[in-house]
């Protein structure tokens, strides 16, 4: 994966409109995406430093893990303004 401009991506994100997460919610998203990595690794598919930087400004964000994979494929999608340099 290319390097991600964290700054850029938390810009575009604070520019979408959806419900973000409560405190709470945020917490308990931060514990089950530290298990999914947890296996991810178990796994030998490490996710990079710019990788985990991304998901952890996510969910400082207050962006559902539900949502995470939609917002990645509409950044990069073909032909959109990339993220990632």
Do not use: C, H
């Not at 995406?33 to 964000?61: G, H, K, Q, W, Y």
């Amino acid at each position: 994966m290319p390097t991600i401009d964290i700054d850029a991506l938390r810009t575009r994100i604070r520019a979408m409109e959806f419900e973000r997460g409560t405190a709470e919610q945020v917490a308990l998203w931060k514990r089950d995406v530290a298990e999914a990595r947890a296996n991810l690794v178990i796994e030998d598919m490490s996710p990079t430093r710019d990788e985990d930087a991304m998901f952890a400004m996510m969910l400082e964000e207050g962006v559902p893990p539900a949502m995470m994979p939609a917002i990645m494929l509409d950044l990069y999608r073909p032909g959109s303004d990339q993220i990632a340099a």
